[in-house]
């Protein structure tokens, strides 16, 4: 069965770090564009990073753009997420994602596969 696994969520402090994971389990994930999404209550889903299979290409939305890191390491091309000077509206579940597509995308239907999420929660 394919996954993607994330780990590293917590409740921290508002201006505290977090360093959230993804790692693929059942196949590999080495030639596609890898995401991470997340989810307030009552909101929707929304994007938050994308990297390209290379490493070479980051994304991020604006509400986390020099806060927050997208990166992709060892042979197994675990996903990382770190996440600087946290904020009480960074609050929500954030999931992995992982499309075959080469240029990241923004919105969820162009992902394939995903994790089952993790949470995070920033004290004021």
């Known amino acids: 069965q394919v996954q993607l696994v994330e780990f590293g969520g917590g409740l921290v402090q508002a201006g505290g770090s977090l360093r959230l994971s993804c790692a693929p389990s059942?196949?590999?994930?080495?030639?596609?564009?890898m995401g991470w999404f997340r989810q307030a209550p009552g909101k929707e889903r929304e994007f938050v990073s994308a990297i390209s299979w290379s490493g070479g290409d980051t994304y991020y939305a604006d509400s986390v753009k020099g806060r927050f890191t997208i990166s992709r390491e060892g042979a197994e091309n675990t996903v990382y997420l770190q996440m600087n000077t946290l904020k009480p509206e960074d609050t929500a579940v954030y999931y992995c994602a992982a499309t075959p597509n080469i240029v990241p995308g923004l919105e969820e239907y162009e992902y394939d596969y995903w994790g089952q999420g993790t949470q995070v929660t920033i004290s004021a």
């Open positions: 059942g196949r590999t994930f080495s030639s596609y564009t």
